[in-house]
């Protein structure tokens, strides 16, 4: 079993900044990938983004490109998601996952473990 939390969620004006983390522990698989997921109110949980754990390669939906970052520290089993020049429209419950390697990155599907989510607010 794994474990995944986020934390690092909260309010923001348009334009700032917020880190999220997240934090798995127990049992993972060598051929890791852990993705970022959110969702809006009324709408379907849409893909962020996502790393592979070994290799530290990354993706990206469109819309956060240029502006989103993520990383992975692995002495701390973290995955972090830096989110800049923040939009109203990025107003979401956002949740870490993690699955295996070799399924699509972008379908929440593919993950086997989820986070309970964190609340990201962009407001003036």
């Known amino acids: 079993q794994v474990q995944v939390v986020e934390s690092g969620g909260g309010l923001v004006q348009p334009g700032g900044s917020l880190r999220l983390s997240c934090a798995a522990s127990g049992r993972t698989f060598s051929s890791t990938i852990m993705g970022w997921f959110r969702q809006a109110p009324g709408k379907e949980r849409e893909p962020v983004s996502a ?8 993706f990206y939906t469109d819309s956060v490109k240029g502006r ?22 990025d107003t ?9 390697i070799g399924k699509p990155w972008i379908r929440p599907s593919s993950y086997d473990y989820w986070g309970q989510g964190t609340q990201v607010t962009v407001s003036s």
């Open 68 to 89: 989103f970052t993520v990383s992975r520290d692995n002495a701390k089993n973290t995955v972090y998601l830096q989110m800049n020049s923040l939009r109203s429209e």
């Open 51 to 58: 790393i592979i754990w070994n290799s530290g390669t990354t």
């Open 92 to 100: 979401a419950v956002y949740y870490c996952a993690v699955g295996r």
